[in-house]
């Protein structure tokens, strides 16, 4: 078994270096969206890009060609055909955050992605990381109801999840793994003699594969998958390996992180938040609640946030504190469900590489670290 497994692993590895090499070749490692540090930016990477290829009246100057295909997928393999979207998609308008009327309980809020015509309403919900707000696909329905719209409600994420926050025949699950490439694989079809377009739609389409964990050359998946199915069983053992191998060096990275932060920060101002591998460092107190700074090690980035008992508020006006912070700190936006967040705050390593047994990033979490104890001392009466 185990000359098997070396003899699998040794093949896989040759093939990794030849199409490593032809990838080096032909510059395919160079991806602006990556860059630029925008490839995990919800509104403003993604749901802007595609609501710009949704537009009729779009920078693409091609009408409503993209809409139309994306009407037409989406009919064919995600909705039911009693329920089809008719909408006239040279009318439609596209709009980007749309607002939708102060947050309650059951309405209100910013739709990612809105597509009106006349009567007809597709809303859809984009989610990368972030988890969904209380409520949110619920608030969503009840407008599109209560305005009389004829309506499509997409739920888009990286593996096409169901919504937790309500369940409703009218919602549809839609991934980028799937939908959202096979759909961009379709507008680079259409865009063949557009040079500019169509690589520009090819680097996103590379950007999505990478955040799914796809490999974008197809021609080596597929070798890689024959010299598999020769070695299944010994696959499959690599394969479990493998998953446990992640999880425990993920669990060391936050350990060494967390030494890293408890010697800048009181022990007890350190808590596992309620998200993943998520950490807590405690800012300051307030009547209700206390002001931190929420550390996602598996998304690579921080950002401030009220908790209380250990779990993110979420849609708090608490303006006396997003005030402070702006004061104090002024490189804040305000978003309406954190106190603040930036786009400069990232950790700055590649979360898909920071567990590797040989890398260390102790330098970075230091630099975090320090940033972190700044922001403390700032907000320090």
């Known amino acids: 078994m185990n000359n098997q497994i070396k003899s699998l692993l040794n093949q896989i590895r040759n093939i990794k270096k030849s199409y490593d090499l032809v990838t080096k070749n032909n510059g395919e490692n ?71 009327g102060q947050i309650t309980k059951n309405k209100g809020g910013r739709i990612d992605i809105a597509i009106s015509e006349t009567k007809n309403f597709i809303c859809i919900e984009n989610k990368i990381y972030a988890g969904e707000q209380e409520n949110q696909m619920l608030r969503y329905y009840n407008y599109v109801k209560d305005n009389n719209y004829n309506f499509h409600i997409l739920f888009l994420t990286l593996d096409g999840h169901e919504s937790q926050t309500v369940n409703n025949d009218l919602i549809y699950s839609i991934s980028y793994k799937k939908h959202i490439i096979e759909w961009l694989e379709l507008c680079k079809k259409e865009a063949v003699d557009l040079p500019i377009l169509r690589e520009c739609i090819k680097q996103y389409i590379n950007l999505i594969k990478k955040l799914t964990n796809q490999t974008t050359n197809v021609k ?17 053992l690599i394969s479990n390996s493998y998953n446990e191998l992640v999880w425990s060096l993920k669990q060391k990275e936050v350990r060494q992180l967390k030494e890293i932060l408890s010697r800048q920060f009181q022990e007890n101002k350190l808590q596992k938040s309620d998200r993943g591998d998520g950490l807590l460092v405690l800012l300051k107190s307030y009547e209700k609640c206390e002001l931190a700074i929420h550390i996602e090690l598996d998304n690579n980035y921080f950002f401030f946030c009220l908790i209380k008992d250990g779990k993110r508020l979420r849609n708090q006006k608490n303006t006396h504190v997003r005030d402070e912070l702006d004061l104090k700190i002024r490189i804040l936006e305000s978003k309406a469900y954190t106190i603040g967040i930036s786009n400069d705050f990232t950790i700055g390593i590649d979360k898909n590489k920071y567990y590797y047994p040989e890398k260390d990033n102790s330098e970075k979490y230091l630099e975090l670290t320090l940033i972190l104890k700044e922001y403390y001392e700032k907000l320090k009466d």
């Open 30 to 100: 160079f991806n602006v969206f990556q860059i630029l540090g925008m490839e995990s930016a919800e509104v403003k990477t993604h749901s802007k890009f595609l609501a710009e290829l949704l537009d009729p009246n779009g920078s693409h100057e091609q009408g409503d060609k993209f809409l139309k295909t994306f009407i037409k997928y989406i009919n064919k393999f995600v909705i039911n055909d009693e329920n089809l979207i008719r909408i006239n998609t040279k009318n439609s308008l596209v709009e980007v955050e749309k607002s939708i």
């Open 220 to 236: 080596l998946n597929d070798d890689i998958k024959k010299v598999i199915s020769n070695y299944l069983e010994e696959s499959q």
